[in-house]
T-cell receptor, first 115, second 113 residues
Framework: EAQVTQNPRYLITVTGKKLTVTCSQN?????MSWYRQDPGLGLRQIYY???????DKGDVPEGYKVSRKEKRNFPLILESPSPNQTSLYFC??????????????FGSGTQLSVL | AQSVTQLGSHVSVSEGALVLLRCNYS??????LFWYVQYPNQGLQLLLK??????LVKGINGFEAEFKKSETSFHLTKPSAHMSDAAEYFC???????????FGQGTRLTINP
């Protein structure tokens, strides 16, 4: 089954404790992206990747890191989490190649709480 | 820069009534437009998309949307609401040739029995 898998589904942590949210897709997609969803703000892009070893900042990259060492994986790293990073996070992926009409496939989300 | 505005953060309709969710976009070049739906505790799923072919786009679950360039709108409609339509709906825009997808703030749809 084609899917984007995020782990963990829920995470509670404390300020300053490094954490990683994993994302994996099995569709051989070139493009992967991380979003955060906050009430009243919709989804905002954190980072994206066009292919292996190619990553770039989205609209709200501060406090986050990513890596793309393999095509299928795109982990999100919070080196020193703060309470304002409490949010619902989504990983998404799609093919490249068209003119932008490709559909994004989303993971089920990771609800992060930073105390 | 492209953007979308969804009018109304909450919309409530009765079962069987017309559903109308509003989306206006801003883009200096012809855009691609999308509607995504998010059911409780799930990720987003594509409902439909406009990619400069027909201006009336039909999606899944009986939804459709019409691209109106003169009004810079891409409103989502469904003739008869069903209880299973209760969800959050997001309009999104992407400039042709770019990968960045910009989302609106979302509209939560409630269906009353």
């Amino acid at each position: 089954e084609a899917q984007v898998t995020q782990n963990p589904r829920y995470l509670i942590t404390v300020t300053g404790k490094k954490l990683t949210v994993t994302c994996s897709q099995n569709m051989n997609h070139e493009y992967m992206s991380w979003y955060r969803q906050d009430p009243g703000l919709g989804l905002r892009q954190i980072y994206y990747s066009m292919n292996v070893e190619v990553t770039d900042k989205g609209d709200v990259p501060e406090g986050y890191k990513v890596s793309r060492k393999e095509k299928r994986n795109f982990p999100l790293i919070l080196e020193s989490p703060s309470p304002n990073q409490t949010s619902l996070y989504f990983c998404a992926s799609s093919f490249l190649g068209g003119q932008g009409g490709e559909k994004l496939f989303f993971g089920s989300g990771t609800q992060l709480s930073v105390l | 820069a492209q953007s979308v505005t969804q009018l109304g953060s909450h919309v409530s309709v009765s079962e069987g009534a017309l559903v109308l969710l509003r989306c206006n976009y801003s883009s200096s070049v012809p855009p691609y437009l999308f509607w995504y739906v998010q059911y409780p505790n799930q990720g987003l799923q594509l409902l439909l998309k406009y990619t400069s072919a027909a201006t009336l786009v039909k999606g899944i679950n009986g939804f459709e949307a019409e691209f109106k360039k003169s009004e810079t709108s891409f409103h989502l409609t469904k003739p008869s609401a069903h209880m299973s339509d209760a969800a959050e709906y997001f309009c999104a825009v992407r400039v042709q040739g770019a990968q960045k997808l910009v989302f609106g703030q979302g509209t939560r749809l409630t269906i009353n029995p």
